[in-house]
């Protein structure tokens, strides 16, 4: 059994800056593939960045050199730094969790988070 809880999230200005933060709990022996996706109301959900348990990160066209993904597996929790935030970031932000190894089972369907709200404003 595994849960998430995720965090962070809030309203800030344009050019501002958030960090959000997943962590997972349960028996978690690890984690292959922890991500970040975003939808915006009207809008398709979308991959914002993804993090390998080696290291390797992939990122939408439209973050990147805005936002960084990074992960402590010690504490099973992801992270997703922001900064130089525009309007367009704007969405609810969903974490996800990809091969999921907890107890002595190797978990095929992935874990998402509830979900937290970016909201970029004046």
């Known amino acids: 059994q595994v849960q998430l809880v995720e965090s962070g999230g809030g309203l800030v200005q344009p050019g501002g800056s958030l960090r959000l933060s997943c962590a997972a709990s349960g028996s978690i022996v690890s984690i292959y593939a922890m991500g970040w996706y975003r939808q915006a109301p009207g809008k398709q959900r979308e991959l914002v960045a993804l993090i390998t348990s080696g290291g390797s990160t992939n990122y939408a066209d439209s973050v990147k050199g805005r936002f960084t993904i990074s992960r402590d597996n010690a504490k099973n929790t992801v992270y997703l730094q922001m900064n130089s935030l525009k309007p367009e970031d704007t969405a609810v932000y969903y974490c996800?969790?990809?091969?999921?190894?907890?107890?002595?089972?190797?978990?095929?369907?992935?874990?998402w988070g509830q979900g937290t709200q970016v909201t970029v404003s004046s």
């Open positions: 996800k969790l990809d091969g999921v190894a907890s107890g002595a089972y190797y978990h095929s369907s992935p874990y």
